[in-house]
């Protein structure tokens, strides 16, 4: 058995060297023929060539560029060496070093061989004929042999040391022309990436650069102009290039054996006439007169584009067109120096797509000069590679054409980047050769480097189509886009790739998507949020690292980012929000408020900008020659499933801060009676009551009441009951105040019945009984809208007070849509409430406003339909603002829908709050326990906020989205104990914490800021135990003596008296307001309580001496 064994492992272990052996080296594009030896050789460090004389300084330079950058020297030689690696260049056929090599040495040379769809073949071979290796190049007399270098140059970098493989590839192209034609409308390229375009095409043997920027006024519109010595910025931002960028642009595309072909535009803006010959005449001189001057810059290569012309000039005008400059070129630039030949004409007809309407005058081109090259985009502007269509343009123009690919091209969505597979939108219907395709040129997207992954592709394929694998090829893109052996920035931009398309995402990911959906509410979290989490973390990394390319000495990194800066910050925000999201619903319970609220903030401050944040806008030029304008697009990646998956997260988030969050105090008991029975508490309508007190026996202190959640106005009417219970009213819970039935418009949080006597007593009554007083505004609202009507939906309907009905809009939303309400004149607006249908409700994000003028508006709150409540409506609270228009605007939009609206109204009620600003204007939204509405002042000032919560407070938590100058002084922070502010710090973090554990009673706190840090304050919580009043537990003293000062309180009158004069006495409640101000000038004081006066004072007392004392007393 063990024997068996170990001859499986040596088996299996065979296989894989096979198979690795097989696959030495990965070449693209793929080569047409590669047989390799099982041997390696050893290179030399200096590398000894011998260089055929018929080699051009293009190739020359091509090589030491491959063997320096592989960390090579070079010395060139006439004769074969021993000691040091051979490199052989030449030329087939041509009797010289290399091709005697060659024969004498019997290596395969049929791939030399006439034949059609052979183009550009060149023989690589490496051998150890000599001791340290022979390298063999050799091409055909068009210099073909430059190719080979592309493919030694892969070979190189893939090579661990100087070990390298014997090995022979017998290649060449399926096509003549391949590369590419800035042919798009929007912003052309910069000099910069266009040379590394150039680039680009060297190391993968694409061979042509067909120049025709639609916004290039030079190219059209200008075009009979010479380009301009210079150029504003702004000028250049329009992609506009000057006389030496011309230059500089040829010199680099013949460096790296790329035909520059420079296109003129001469059918739409300064037009040539197409009437008759003698009346096109004088336009072909300007054409040649543009050329000259190209041609005295360098170009060397010249096309006429006559595409998306307004009409179609007669076929045979056309044919003309391009025949005549064929002819006039030839005349006027042919020259014996074969380095520096003009390329033929490169011609695009107006019906350049077959299942145009004109495409018949196409057959007029057949009779057109046979160097000219025609292209075409197939069988219509936007098409996939269809046989038919090619070998039908063939038949037509007599000639194998060249198919302009309108792929990856995104000039019609400048909102999309195209970075997926070759094929994702536009295909290759039939796999492998189409003989009559003379050449394929790609006219990419706006994004020269993101365009690669496109252009890595079509290489690919029109090298050798019949090994085309677009998945394989697309894989392989990343590690030839980035610098050889960095596979974190390939990975990076491949994860970016993945995720960036607006229309088509991973199949795998779309079913992760949709179970986690599907599954979402069940008994236990969806399973696929693990290898979700893991993708998505992936995304965001991948975004992370790309944003660090900005300042890579890498000149193609940094181009790379800007090319695709948008998308990846989109990416990133998406990510980051499905991340937080996922926690948020997961987890969210186990969170600590503080950790929740900062999550929250950052998902709403990141997915309320996903459609608003200039970050996200892509700059466009629309238009074409001199009429071109800049215009924004909000780009859109992973719109299709990871956007809506997204908006499905945050939608089923909705309101829900993470953490464990109290509810709105309501309506309850207090007692500090144990195992109390029989009582009950209930309201109807404004109508509380405590009822099954008859009976109730009420030990000393102790007590029984009501706590309303809320500061209310309250009436109660007398009650017969035994004097020595005493009714008392607090705003607080803690300090109260003894109360005379009846009582009307009472203020206060609390009522209570308490037993004041030494001896228990029994409760004769059997209910107390409270109206609530709501003070409420009517008035009615009129309602207009800039949406249009659908049929005999009105927009009366939001203010008709009834929610069957509702406004219908006739078509989709969009941003700046609104509903507004009138009022007659301005007044303090509080909650504002909308509400939709179960159909064509809000899309994307709305804002509700307000304005006292309809010109300067403030926010209120903005929301998505997430947070809509299931009665589908929204509500918010405008804190008294004074208003007279309340508008509800659409911020933003996802998809194409109508919009309904039942009812839209603001509430004018008056209301008490726990909050109010240094004048006394009411807050409501600090204690409303809703995180989604805020208050923020407009000017320097503070807040005192009092705390109404049965609660012994043992913390204070501020919660708030600031973003403060920490140049400034920080908001301050201070706590009331009853008597006086104690400072406790600043306001900081998002959740800022206040200890207030040592302070015995905790009655207000007070947040105070200057201009230039003015908060923005969501929520103050109390955090504490329950509170109960101990019975005999003092609340202050009813007298104080100190100092020759005596304080006391006796039959509701206090009394002063003192060893000094006193000059003013002033009584505070324990919030700090001014109850009373006496001047007094005596020794003596003495005073009444009114029926107002809470039953807890302090008792400020400042004497003629300056001396100041302060007590706190009850009365």
Not at 440 to 461: E, H, R, T, V, W
Not at 557 to 585: G, Q
Not at 702 to 718: M, Q, T
Request: with cysteine; net charge negative; hydrophobic share 35%.
């Amino acid at each position: 058995m063990r024997n068996i064994f170990t001859l499986l492992a040596l088996l299996v272990f065979g296989t894989i060297l096979c198979k690795n052996h097989a696959q030495t080296y990965t070449i693209y594009p793929t080569p047409q023929k590669i047989s390799e030896a099982g041997e390696t050789v050893e290179l030399t460090q200096q590398i000894n060539v011998i260089c055929e004389s018929g080699i051009g300084e293009v190739t020359r330079n091509r090589m030491k560029e491959v063997l320096e950058e592989a960390g090579y020297t070079i010395a060139f030689s006439t004769n074969p060496s021993q000691t040091n690696t051979n490199l052989y260049i030449g030329i087939n056929g041509s009797d010289g070093a290399a091709d005697r090599y060659a024969v004498e040495n019997n290596l395969p040379l049929a791939v030399f061989d006439t034949g059609d769809n052979k183009f550009d073949p060149y023989l690589l071979q490496i051998n150890d004929r000599h001791p340290h290796g022979d390298i063999v190049v050799l091409g055909n007399d068009k210099g073909s042999e430059f190719y080979a270098f592309a493919t030694l140059e892969q070979i190189l970098e893939q090579t661990d040391g100087n070990s390298i493989r014997q090995i022979t590839f017998e290649d060449y192209s399926h096509t003549q022309y391949r590369g590419i034609v800035e042919g798009f409308y929007g912003h052309p390229y910069s000099v910069e990436n266009r040379i590394s375009l150039f680039e680009f095409c060297k190391r993968f043997k694409m061979n042509v650069f067909v120049y025709g920027p639609k916004s290039d006024p030079y190219h059209l519109g200008n075009w009979r102009d010479d380009y301009p010595t210079s150029l504003t910025e702004q000028q250049r931002f329009f992609g506009m290039i000057t006389q030496d960028d011309l230059k500089t642009m040829v010199q680099a595309a013949k460096a790296c054996n790329v035909d520059f072909i420079w296109a003129a535009h001469p059918g739409l803006q300064q037009g040539i006439s197409f009437s008759n010959e003698s009346a096109m005449a004088p336009g072909i001189d300007a054409l040649m007169k543009k050329f000259d001057h190209l041609y005295n810059l360098g170009v060397r290569g010249f096309g006429v584009f006559i595409d998306d012309m307004t009409y179609t000039p007669s076929g045979d005008m056309q044919a003309h067109l391009a025949n005549e400059v064929q002819v006039k070129i030839r005349e006027r630039y042919t020259t014996d120096n074969t380095d520096d030949q003009v390329a033929p004409l490169f011609f695009v007809p107006t019906a350049y797509a077959l299942n145009y309407g004109a495409s018949y005058t196409l057959n007029n081109l057949k009779k057109v000069d046979s160097e000219v090259v025609i292209a075409f985009t197939g069988y219509d502007c936007f098409s996939n590679i269809r046989p038919s269509a090619i070998d039908d343009m063939a038949g037509r123009v007599g000639r194998n054409p060249v198919m302009w690919w309108n792929n990856p091209v995104n000039d019609d969505h400048d909102d999309r980047i195209y970075m997926r597979e070759l094929t994702t939108h536009w295909t290759i219907e039939k796999p492998g050769a189409i003989n009559t395709l003379n050449g394929l040129i790609l006219n990419p997207m706006c994004q020269a480097q993101a365009s690669k992954i496109a252009l890595f592709g079509a290489a690919d394929y029109s090298w050798n189509p019949n090994a085309f694998d677009v998945r394989k090829n697309w894989e392989e893109v990343f590690h030839r886009i980035a610098e050889p052996g960095d596979t974190q920035t390939a990975e990076a931009i491949k994860c970016f790739a993945r995720f960036s398309n607006t229309l088509v995402e991973d199949e795998e990911m779309i079913t992760l998507y949709d179970n986690f959906m599907e599954k979402f509410g069940g008994e236990s979290f969806p399973p696929e949020s693990d290898k979700l989490r893991n993708e998505l973390e992936n995304l965001k990394q991948a975004c992370t690292y790309i944003e660090t390319l900005k300042d890579s000495p890498h000149r193609d990194y940094r181009l790379m980012y800007e090319d695709i800066r948008c998308w990846n910050a989109k990416l990133k925000n998406i990510s980051t929000i499905a991340l937080d999201a996922l926690d948020m619903l997961e987890y969210g319970n186990s969170m600590s408020r503080s950790e929740g609220w900062g999550k929250y903030l950052r998902l709403k401050k990141l997915y309320t900008g996903m459609s608003s944040d200039s970050t996200y806008l892509v700059s466009a030029l629309e238009g074409y020659g001199t009429s071109t304008t800049e215009k924004f697009y909000e780009v859109k990646p992973g719109d299709s499933h990871l956007r809506p998956f997204t908006d499905f997260l945050v939608e089923k988030i909705g309101n829900s801060i993470p953490g464990l969050w109290p509810t709105k105090d309501s309506l309850q008991i207090i007692t500090n009676i144990e195992n109390l029975q029989g009582v009950e508490l209930t309201a109807q309508n404004e109508t509380v009551r405590l009822t099954g007190l008859n009976g109730l026996d009420l030990d000393k202190d102790e007590y029984l009441g009501i706590y309303f959640g809320n500061i209310e106005k309250i009436n109660v009417e007398e009650i017969t009951a035994d004097k020595t219970l005493r009714v008392e009213i607090s705003e607080n819970g803690k300090q109260w105040t003894p109360i005379q039935l009846p009582i009307r418009e009472q203020k206060t949080a609390y009522i209570r019945i308490k037993n004041i006597s030494e001896e228990e007593v029994a409760v004769d009554f059997n209910q107390l009984s409270v109206s609530r007083i709501l003070t409420s505004v009517e008035v009615k609202a009129e309602a207009s809208t800039n949406m249009s009507q659908y049929q005999s939906y009105s927009i009366n309907n939001v203010v008709d007070g009834n929610s069957s009905t509702f406004f219908w809009s006739s078509e989709a939303q969009a941003a700046g849509d609104y509903i507004l309400l009138t009022y007659p004149s301005a007044q303090p607006i509080y909650e504002i409430s909308i509400t939709f249908t179960e159909t064509d409700q809000l899309s994307g994000t709305a804002a509700i406003e307000v304005s006292a003028d309809n010109d300067q508006w403030q926010t209120v709150t903005e929301f998505t339909n997430g947070y809509l409540d299931s009665t589908r409506s929204f509500t918010c609270n405008a804190n008294g603002l004074m208003a007279r228009y309340v508008r509800f605007i659409i911020r933003n939009t996802v998809g194409s829908y109508w919009l309904q609206v039942a009812e839209f109204k603001a509430d004018m009620s008056e209301k008490y709050t726990q909050t109010t600003d240094q004048s006394g204007v009411q807050i409501a939204t600090l204690a409303d326990k809703d995180l989604s509405t805020n208050y923020q002042a407009g000017e320097a000032g503070y807040i005192e906020h009092r705390f109404i919560e049965n609660i012994t407070i043992e913390s204070i938590e501020i919660f708030h989205n600031t973003i403060f100058d920490s140049t400034r002084k920080l908001p301050s922070i201070y706590v009331n104990n009853g008597s006086e502010w104690i400072e406790k710090g600043s306001l900081e973090p998002l959740c800022t914490v206040i200890d207030t554990h040592e302070i015995d009673t905790v009655t207000a706190v007070k947040i105070e800021w200057n201009k230039e840090n003015i908060p923005n304050l969501y929520e103050i919580l109390p955090v504490g135990t329950p509170y109960v009043e101990k019975p005999g537990k003092p609340t202050a003293i009813n007298n104080m003596k100190k100092d020759g000062l005596t304080i006391y309180t006796n039959n509701n009158r206090l009394i002063v008296q003192s060893d000094d004069m006193i000059q003013n006495i002033i009584l505070f409640d324990l919030n700090g307001k001014t109850i009373n101000h006496f001047n007094v000038n005596k020794c003596i004081f003495e005073t009444t309580f009114g029926s107002n006066i809470p039953q807890i004072l302090i008792v400020q007392v400042m004497h003629t001496n300056e001396n100041l004392s302060t007590c706190k007393i009850i009365r």
